[in-house]
């Protein structure tokens, strides 16, 4: 299964990806880009906002869907600083320790 991936520390949140393809991509609470869904990954639109990033922040790889199937479907993870849910999809942000906690 393919994926949209955002880099979170390449990401600048400059906005150029949210521009040119609203319907994958959104700002997240700290004002960085990441991917809504993985629908439509032939888009033009896609195409055009990978190619756009300043960063090369964005990518469209290969995930193992065995691993997928193993990933809780929701981050419950609060962080200690704020105590709010960090929002991850899948447990993947760079704030989340839910895997450390299995």
């Known amino acids: 299964m393919k994926k949209i991936i955002v880099n979170p520390d390449a990401c600048i949140g400059c906005g150029a990806c ?7 991509f959104e700002f997240n609470d700290e004002g960085l880009s990441y991917a809504t869904n993985n629908e439509n990954l ?13 960063t090369g922040a964005i990518s469209i790889e290969e995930v193992n869907s065995e691993n997928e199937d193993n990933k809780e479907e929701e981050c419950n993870y609060e962080n200690e600083d704020n105590k709010e849910e960090c929002n991850c999809e899948n447990c993947e942000c760079s704030d989340c320790h839910c895997k450390e906690e299995e």
């Open 42 to 54: 032939e888009s033009s639109d896609l195409a055009s906002a990978i190619s756009s990033c300043p």
């Open 18 to 24: 949210v521009s040119i393809d609203p319907e994958h």
